[in-house]
């Protein structure tokens, strides 16, 4: 028993020593939020075990933080020791699931020159080329909505036969975060999967500029052509950076000659249409045009809902339906910003130990997206006064002089004519056909009723907090 306590002692001593060098690598609001939840479980056969809150903690972790966690570890425990995560699944019966860290403790190694294009002399098979794709990103977590159903068909139809399909190049363009990137990694790795035989590339358009600048210093740029010409599947992503690169462009265009005249895939990403290239030589743009040329717009709900949906489960949060909802409508403009708001919800949470509610979520959505005024129609006021009244909106639109009709009728128009710029005329046209002075009545009379009927005024209140949601 007093060697167990001891034991006990002994690691945490230790983990409070890493705790200690990571506290000096990382921001304070870093370390914060990431470490100081970890709790430290067991040292046993040199693997160390530690809890974290939840399957995005350790995701996270292991996606921003492994290689300090790797080289602290190093440090504190000694070479060869092996991070070991527990984390709690089920809160209700304990249940817990281990992952091991992708690498055991290490010390820092010299970067790999990642700008160095492999020699083309040295025949390399398919298996052994690293084709630079991120796992992660796949068809399974690829969601289709009406904004990239046409993108998506084409990719898959291309992983199928690649080069062999009328989509060749792809050129696929849109705003930043809205899928791009994805897109490619999950069309790379699927054609890894149906043609072991490809030699598939993934690479951005700044290391394909970067890997040449190189071979030109080094006198090696028949070795980076041979290498490009040798590619069965090539995606560059953000070709855009090629722009005002001449020299660059022009050993691009010898690359894509030679490789779709041999039927080979090209895929491309940008952030504008091919036309909206200046600066791009007009002989590679029209070769850019020969295949699909493609837009990815931004999500629309539906679609945001279903990256949410899955971000959240996979992630293992737990957030009221009232704050999905309000993400979900106010955090349009990419995924990215989506996932962002999560992770920050997340941070937040834990550092202020409190859960997800819709306070915190507008302050955090607030913080990282601009929350535009819901511009509200006469029609849409129209909608939501008829929805909290239980009343068809044909109704309204009658000469029906019941009371509950007329009320309705009034409220649509009071409200209509303070949130938006309509006139009296514009509003009772709209509303049932009705002119400028019944307008103007109903409005005083609507006033005069908030002011005298305290019930009355909560109805109309609640009416207004619905148009702002």
Known sequence: MGDFIKMQIDYQILWNKCLAVIKDIVPEAAFNTWFMPIVPLSYEDNKF??????????????????????????????????????????????????????????????????????????QTAPQDLDPHLNPKYSFDNYFEGTSNRLVRA??????????????????IFGPSGVGKTHLCHAIGSRIRELHPEKKVLYVSSHLFRVQFTDAIRKNTTNDFLNFYQNI????????????????????????????????????????????????????????LKWGLTAELFRPDLDLRKKILKNKIS???????????????????????????????????????????????????????????????SVQSIQEIVCKYFNLEQSAIQTNSRKREIVQARQ?????????????????????GKK???????ACKAIKDQMETNKSFCSSVEEIEVLLKN
Request: charged share 20%.
């Open 49 to 122: 075990t530690i809890q974290v809150p939840s399957q995005f903690f350790y995701e996270y972790l292991e996606e921003k933080y492994v290689n300090v966690l790797k080289v602290t570890l190093y440090r504190v425990f000694g070479q060869g020791t092996i991070l070991n995560y527990r984390i709690m699944v089920d809160k209700t019966t304990g249940g817990t699931v281990d992952y091991l860290a992708e690498t055991g403790s290490a010390p820092v190694k010299a970067s790999k020159d990642i700008n160095k294009a492999p020699s083309p002399f040295v």
């Open 154 to 171: 084409a990719g898959e139809a291309i992983a199928q036969n690649p080069g062999k399909t009328t989509y060749n190049p792809l050129f």
């Open 232 to 287: 069965d599947v090539l995606l560059l992503d953000d070709i855009q950076e090629l722009i005002g690169m001449d020299k660059t462009q022009n050993t691009f265009f010898h690359i894509f000659n030679h490789l779709h005249q041999l039927g080979k895939q090209l895929i491309l990403t940008s952030d504008k249409a091919p036309v909206d290239l200046q600066g791009m030589e007009e002989r590679l743009i029209t070769r």
């Open 314 to 376: 996979h992630d293992g949060i737990v957030i009221p339906d009232e704050v999905f909802n309000f993400i979900a409508n106010n955090v349009t403009e990419n995924v990215r910003d989506l996932e962002g708001i999560l992770v920050s919800l997340m941070a937040n949470a834990v550092i202020n130990n409190k859960e997800i509610d819709l306070s915190l979520t507008k302050r955090v959505v607030s913080q990282a997206v601009r929350l535009e005024k819901k511009q509200l």
């Open 411 to 431: 409220i649509t128009m009071y409200l209509a004519k303070k949130y938006t710029d309509c006139s009296f005329s514009h509003i009772g046209k709209i509303v």
């Open 435 to 441: 002119d400028h002075a019944t307008v103007l009545h």
